[in-house]
């Protein structure tokens, strides 16, 4: 019978006890249930809101596409999001 994932928002935080400093991950994984909603602005061409965990980013187009450049445009958060 296999185990069920642990859940990821229940374990330790405290150093030395959390997952990433152990020298192996739990056999039976890690389950994470993440949520993120994205909107277009009314009246705006290319700006969009993101809203996860509680935090909220924008994203924007360059005006070489009719964006307004207020914002990073939204391959940006693609590549950052690779980088973390």
Known sequence: MTEKPLNAAEQSTKPGERITDK???????LAMHLVADTES??????????????????SDEPPTIG???????????LALGIGF
């Open 23 to 29: 020298p192996e991950l739990p056999s039976q994984g």
């Open 41 to 58: 602005i009314e009246n705006e061409t290319h700006l969009k809101v993101g809203n996860s965990r509680g935090f909220t980013i924008y």
């Open 67 to 77: 964006g307004t450049n207020r914002h990073a445009p939204p391959m940006s958060y």
